[in-house]
């Protein structure tokens, strides 16, 4: 540092000791953005303020509470729920748990792929990899399984364009707009092709 | 019954599906009366959730009348209004004991590291969740909790998961009095963490988002300060200029994995997937936070990794809490402020929706539209309440 400035500095600190030697410190307050708090009265015209001050009204306080209270608890591990459809079970337990969901089996080729997935532990990331994969496959699978039903999904509606063409009629033509443009290049990219 | 029906990313719809059965003598039939849609559905909506089969049924947000009850059932009979909690717990396994209910350990075979829930996918055990018109509820003796009368059905949807989640983000901070908070996300649990801020007697609540009719909405309904990240260029930055240069005492991610605000983030972590989503709000809860402060994480991740300032944390000596709400452990306690008029959650509910536009809801709720905050999906089998659904395309 330069004599001159250090000697500005030392002057300025001189003439604001309560800057505690910050130089320029005016400066590097905003006061437009320095908006301090509420008075102690403002704060107690909002509704409950302060009602859980204290923590013993604090529910999670401490948070491993024991014995819990509000919920029946009976003693022992819950009564082991039958297992009627194949359900997945994490190699990081030791078997499967007393309660689980049977909604969606796994089926077809996502069903493979998620049985591999459950070789391995959430703790390998192929784990959850093949999962996401498996999700996707799935997806076609649901539009195959749609159709074998003799039901052809209404796509556009699944994705609400109902709502879409209520509340953003613009922002619905634009989209179809891009779509009509970048599958017509594709469409006259193939054409010139062809001709060659 | 009528239930809604998984069937890729962007594409949902109701359809016809069996009924629930009893499949456990702890088990319950519900018939649900209201389901809401809660943001962390927009992930599986999405497909960034690992193990979303087609053909599932999304809500751990409901309430309804319990229509049947296995026979190991006690404290429940046909007939009782009950809300339900997302987390689906046994109520006596090792976390259970601890009230760590979001943490149980026996409702969910696919996974160790996330308890059983509603209606999230099999990565949360595989149940069907309660946006239908029936749902099957086991360990029905623990988790349900009987809506007392002086309660209306539209403020218990919201204690079985927003309200708890916000509250306990909030507790989980550790706020003391006269503390700065700042909540990132200005969604239904980012608003009721910011109103909560106040109950444990914060000295200002702010609240980040660049939704301008979310952030209009959250300071009138919870009085705070409002930040649109989109205007004011660096948050860090602008939150250090807010708070004396020192930073938040508080910081809490109320936001997840579908974060706006970080082209890196969202590349990364929403287009590409190469992470569980975009941390963009984690991340600038930790650069935002004074040393020595809090950081509270209810905004929901996926299971792999996400790029934060780790480095950060250890240094600025931050002490960060996390976890899903055990929402049973709150609900007696949130009643009261909602007697006592210090919480009103049903003013949040902007729409409420026939079941069977749930596509065009979800496409509402996801794309921001019609100033909508939160959905509850009304079933045709819904009784009173019915009459009070709004179509949303009509």
Known sequence: ?196 | MLATNYRGPYRIRASQKPDPVIEHPGDAIVRVTRACICGSDLHLYHGLVPDTRIGHTFGHEFVGIVEEVGSAVETLKPGDRVLVPFNLFCGSCFFCQRELYSNCHNTNPEATAVGGIYGYSHTTGGYDGGQAEYVRVPMADVGPYKIPEDIVDDDAVLLTDALPTGYQAAEMGDIKQGDTVVVFGAGPVGIFAAKSAWLFGAGRVIVVDHVEYRLDFVRRYARCEIINFREVGDVALHIKKMTDWLGADVCIDAVGCEASGSLAQTITGRWTMLQAGAATALFWAINSVRKAGNVSIVGVYGPTFNAVPIGNALNKGITMRMNQAAVKRHVPHLIEHIRQGHLNPKEIITHRVPLEEVSDAYHIFSSKYDNCIKTVLIPPRAGSARATATSVIH
């Not at chain 1, 459950?118 to 498996?134: G, Q, S, T």
């Open chain 1, 1 to 196: 540092m330069d004599t001159v400035t250090a000697q500005r500095d030392l002057a300025e600190q001189r003439r604001h000791p309560h800057h505690h030697g910050h130089v320029d410190y005016e400066r590097q307050i905003d006061y437009d953005l320095n908006r301090h708090s509420p008075s102690l009265e403002e704060l107690q015209r909002i509704p409950g303020w302060g009602s859980d001050l204290d923590k013993k009204n604090r529910p999670a306080v401490p948070m491993e509470r024991t014995p819990p209270r509000f919920i029946h608890v009976t003693a022992g591990q819950p009564v082991q729920q039958a297992q009627t459809v194949e359900v997945f079970c994490s190699p990081e337990r030791p078997g499967i748990t007393p309660l689980f969901g049977t909604a969606q089996p796994p089926k077809w080729l996502s069903g493979s792929m998620r049985r591999l997935a459950y070789k391995l532990p959430e703790n390998d990331l192929r784990h959850w990899l093949m999962l996401l994969a498996a999700d996707r496959v799935n997806m076609v699978e649901g539009i195959v399984d749609d159709l074998a039903h003799g039901h052809v999904p209404n796509v556009l509606g699944e994705m609400g364009i109902r709502a879409e063409l209520r509340h953003n009629p613009a922002g619905l033509v634009r989209k179809a707009l891009i779509a009509t443009a970048v599958v017509g290049g594709i469409l006259a990219l193939r054409n010139r092709r062809r001709h060659y």
